[in-house]
């Protein structure tokens, strides 16, 4: 079994090794969302991964990324290796307000202990969610132009609930308190990367944050989320596939863009086609 290379995680993001501290936790986590996208490319393409952090790492020394599962089980295997204590713990994401809050494991979320006298919410797979970790605490929190909230969750005594920014994709997520085995989310991974009814399956997405917005690619709209919010329906092979490259450091084989362009492409018509009066 090979070893996770945490030294090869820390060139491909830009980071330096230290002792662990909130401030050096910021500085990783803010590398990390900065350089490596979210993306569910792979399951788009129809191949099959595993929750593997080693396997997952490899991904994404190649210039990819992934989604919840492979990005926060890459950033806790990093965390386990530069010293941190940090825990993994069933999550829910309440994508629209008119869905009700839940922890189905659709997500996992880390929280990393002993730091400045308690625990941190970190989190480096929610896509427009964080840019930098959050002290467990109640309260509200700047995020470049979102404003984040965390209480106590409803769902789970001891538990914690972010609450997005109403411009993010997300309404909130609610986090159990209690410590599991990434493993243990080997069944939604299966179903999230190829049930007809996942959204991973049903739209090309890709996104990254920086210090002073979000990026998202979804089908063929390309939006850009500062105070305002700036949307591009990228008309042409050519267009789309540069965006990628430019602003997610996504780059593709001819094969595979030919797979991908025809599947979003697709989608982006479906779209249109269920808005119009």
Not at 15 to 44: D, G, M
Not at 264 to 273: D, N, R, T
Request: aromatic share 8%; net charge negative; with cysteine.
């Amino acid at each position: 079994m090979r070893s996770f290379d945490v030294s090869a995680l820390l060139r491909r993001i830009g980071a330096e090794p230290e002792p662990p501290s909130s401030a050096a936790l910021t500085r990783l986590h803010q590398a990390f969302v900065e350089r490596v996208p979210y993306e569910a490319v792979e399951i788009q393409l129809g191949r099959v991964t595993s929750l593997d952090p080693v396997e997952s790492l490899d991904r994404i020394l190649a210039g990819r990324g992934g989604y919840c599962f492979q990005l926060n089980g890459v950033f806790a295997a990093a965390l386990d290796a530069l010293g941190y204590r940090v825990t993994r713990h069933r999550a829910g994401v309440q994508m629209r307000p008119t869905d009700p809050p839940v922890i189905n494991r659709n997500h996992v979320g880390l929280f990393v202990h002993d730091l400045d006298g308690g625990p941190w919410l970190a989190d480096v797979g929610l896509g427009d969610g964080l840019h930098s970790p959050l002290p467990l605490r109640t309260g509200s929190y700047a995020q470049g132009p979102f404003t984040i909230g965390l209480r106590p969750s409803e769902l789970a005594q001891g538990g914690w609930r972010l609450d997005h920014d109403p411009r993010g994709s997300l309404v909130g997520v609610d986090f159990d308190p209690e410590p599991v085995e990434l493993a243990s989310f080997s069944d939604r991974h299966e179903y999230l990367s190829t049930s007809p009814e996942s959204g991973f399956v049903r739209t090309f997405c890709a996104q990254r944050a920086d210090g002073s917005g979000w990026d998202a690619m979804r089908a063929l709209t390309l939006s850009r989320v500062e105070e305002t919010t700036k949307k591009t329906v990228l008309e042409t092979p050519r267009d789309w596939f540069a965006a990628l490259a430019d602003v997610f450091g996504l780059r593709f084989s001819e094969e595979e863009r030919d797979v991908l362009w025809r599947k979003a492409l697709a989608q982006h018509e479906e779209h249109v086609s269920s808005t119009r009066p």
